[in-house]
T-cell receptor, first 108, second 114 residues
C-alpha cells in the first residue's frame, strides 16, 4: 500500500536555529515527490518537485533533498515568517498521496 | 492571473441538508481533484476528474457527489448521507501528461455542521 509518513508532527524552533523535516514513503512507480507549504486556513502552496534520488532543490532558506526512501526539507536560519505546516506528497498514477504534515513554529 | 477559485470560503450546513462547494479554474488544466483535510490527517481524496463528463471515486467518496460538465468547473456536493462533513475542503487541478507535474490548489472551503 502506498504510504507517506512525515516527522515530526510538530517542531518548534528559535529564530536562526536550523533543522530538518522528514518525509518517508513507500510507493510503487514514484512519479515525483512534492513539498508544499500551507498557512492556516489557506490552500497549500507549491514549493518543490523532486524526481530522482540525489536531486536537490533550493529556495531561500529551504532546501529539499531526495533518496530512494525519503526526502528531507532542510531549513537554514529560519525566521518567524517560515512558520507554517509543510506537506509532503508523492504522485502515483493519477493522483497524489499526502503525509499528515509537519507544523513548524519559529519563535523570535 | 491564472488560478483556482473556491467559494464560499465558509459554509454552514444544517442536518439533512445538501450543500454544494464551487471550484473554478482558468489554468486550462485537464485534471481536477477534491480533497478533504482534517486536523492531524493527510489530505484524503474524495473525487477526481481527468476529462469533461468523466470522474472517478477517491478513497472517501461516500456521501459526496460531483459533476464535470465544463473543463473549468468541478463542483462538489456534500449530501445528507455524509455523517461527518465538518472539514476543510480543497480543490486542486493539474495538467495531464506523463511528466512530474504537481497540483495547484484553491484557497479552500471550511464546512461546518450547525
Amino acid at each position: 500500500e502506498d504510504q507517506v509518513t512525515q516527522s515530526p508532527e510538530a517542531l518548534r524552533l528559535q529564530e536562526g536555529e536550523s533543522s530538518s523535516l522528514n518525509c518517508s514513503y513507500t510507493v510503487s512507480g514514484l512519479r515525483g515527490l512534492f513539498w508544499y507549504r500551507q498557512d492556516p486556513g489557506k490552500g497549500p502552496e507549491f514549493l518543490f518537485t523532486l524526481y530522482s534520488a540525489g536531486e536537490e532543490k533550493e529556495k531561500e532558506r529551504l532546501k529539499a533533498t531526495l533518496t530512494k526512501k525519503e526526502s528531507f526539507l532542510h531549513i537554514t536560519a529560519p525566521k518567524p515568517e517560515d512558520s507554517a505546516t509543510y506537506l509532503c506528497a508523492v504522485r502515483v498514477d493519477n493522483d497524489m498521496r499526502f503525509g499528515a504534515g509537519t507544523r513548524l513554529t519559529v519563535k523570535p | 492571473d491564472g488560478g483556482i477559485t473556491q467559494s464560499p470560503k465558509y459554509l454552514f450546513r444544517k442536518e439533512g441538508q445538501n450543500v454544494t462547494l464551487s471550484c473554478e479554474q482558468n489554468l486550462n488544466h485537464d485534471a481536477m481533484y477534491w480533497y478533504r483535510q482534517d486536523p492531524g490527517q493527510g489530505l484524503r481524496l474524495i473525487y477526481y476528474s481527468q476529462i469533461v463528463n468523466d470522474f472517478q471515486k477517491g478513497d472517501i467518496a461516500e456521501g459526496y457527489s460531483v459533476s464535470r460538465e465544463k473543463k473549468e468547473s468541478f463542483p462538489l456536493t456534500v449530501t445528507s448521507a455524509q455523517k461527518n462533513p465538518t472539514a476543510f475542503y480543497l480543490c486542486a487541478s493539474m495538467t495531464s501528461g506523463t511528466g512530474s507535474y504537481g497540483y495547484t490548489f484553491g484557497s479552500g472551503t471550511r464546512l461546518t455542521v450547525v
